[in-house]
Each structure stands twice: as structure tokens, then as C-alpha cells.
């Protein structure tokens, strides 16, 4: 499998408005999602086949999440914070995560809003939405950064139709999704069982330390 080199663009996200370049390694991702999120989350395509997972069902069905409106899975019973930040305009995000461009109309899932989401969902959404009360159902926190941009370039590759660097044209997106497109099977995990309850798992977010990526500064 190749090798990104992408992690060399990370020193631009400090700014929040700067493109959705993807600076995570999707192949990483995805030994991290078999292990981090499939115990709540499956990736299963339209004709129901299942891309990733387990069929864990605690969570939304991530198949092309990245470029979809926060909450839209049907059948999903989502928090109203998260149905209230996909109703949000993204340019009125305070958290300034939101992804724009010429071809997005409202508020979707892109690359800087899920890493930030991954790494403290009620936070994120509190912040997003300034109400310190606001609460996501999804009670598990990604450790480090540099994971949670390797998880969400790995989702992104099951998002196809998703144009990364909208804002400013950046070509890095492509590779990464070309890398990780290759539906691959996801049954490596050795994840921890019994996290089947809403309450924080941390011990699952410590195997976060097994990553051999450099961390994102
Ligand atoms: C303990 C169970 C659990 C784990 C582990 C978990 N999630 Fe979630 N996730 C949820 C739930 C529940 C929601 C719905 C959140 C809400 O309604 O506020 C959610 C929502 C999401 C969403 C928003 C989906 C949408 O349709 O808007 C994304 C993206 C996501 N999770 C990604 C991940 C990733 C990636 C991982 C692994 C790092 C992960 N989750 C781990 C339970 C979990």
C-alpha cells in the first residue's frame, strides 16, 4: 500500500478557514476505526453489504458520512444537538471547522469539523452551537489528533463523491482517497468488547498509544 506523505500539510491547520486538506493516512484509519469505532458503527453501502465493521448499531451508519448533513441517517436516533448542528449555516459556525464552497449547501460532515468532532463530540457540538448544555450521544473520545485525521481520511474514502481543499483548490485529497478506496475488509480488529453502553470508554481511546504516526503539532 502506498504511503502518504501527506502529514508534511498538517503544519497548516492552525487556521481554521484554511482548506479541508486531508493530512491523515488512511490505511492507518483504518486499523484505528476496526478498533476505536466498530463497536458502535458498521460502513455498510445502500444494498446493505458491509464495507467495515461489525454491525454495530449503537451509532449511525458512517457509508459516506464526510460530505453528508450532520444527523441524516434515517432510523437513527440522533441527539438534538447533532440534528441542530446539521441545521446550522456553516457560516455562522463559531467553531469555524465547517467546510464551504461553491458546491456545499449547508452544513456537512468535511474534514476539519469531524477531527475536531472525533476528538470530543459533546465539546465540539457545545461549542458549535454555544450552549454549554448541548450533549452528543456518542460518548467516546479519539486520544490524539493525528488518529483522528487518520480515521477521518479513511472515511472519507468511503465517500467518494466528497471534494477535499473546496475552499482553495488544494489537490491533496485525491491521493488519499484513491489509497484507502480499495474496500478493503475490515476483520484486524482486536478491539475491546462491552462498550456496548453509552458511558466513556477509555480504555479503548489507550490503545490510541500503539500509533506510530507522528503527532500532529
Ligand atoms: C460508544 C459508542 C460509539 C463509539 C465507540 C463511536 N461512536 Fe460515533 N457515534 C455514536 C453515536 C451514539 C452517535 C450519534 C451521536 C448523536 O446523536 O449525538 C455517533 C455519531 C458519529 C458521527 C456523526 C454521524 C452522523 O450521521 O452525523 C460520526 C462521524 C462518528 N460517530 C464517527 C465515529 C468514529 C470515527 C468513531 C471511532 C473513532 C466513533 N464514532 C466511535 C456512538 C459511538
Redesign the pocket.
Known sequence: MKTLTLTAFTALLGSAAMAQDITGDAAEGEA??AR??V???VIANDAGEVLAGRNGK???N?HE?IG?T????ED?R??D??IAY?EMDPAEDPTGTAPMGDDIEGMV?GVDN?VA??QD?TGF?REALDDPRAR?????K?RDEQTAHD?TAY?VSFSPDFEAGDETGEETGDDAEDDAATGMETETGDMTTG?ET?TE?ET?ADMDAETETETAN
Open positions: 484505528q476505526f476505536q469505532c463497536s458502535c458503527h449503537i451509532g449511525p458512517l458520512v453528508r450532520p444527523g441524516a441517517v437513527f440522533y441527539s444537538a447533532i446539521g460532515w469531524t468532532y472525533l463530540p457540538l452528543s450521544k456518542m460518548a467516546y479519539v480515521i472515511l462498550t453509552e470508554t479503548e
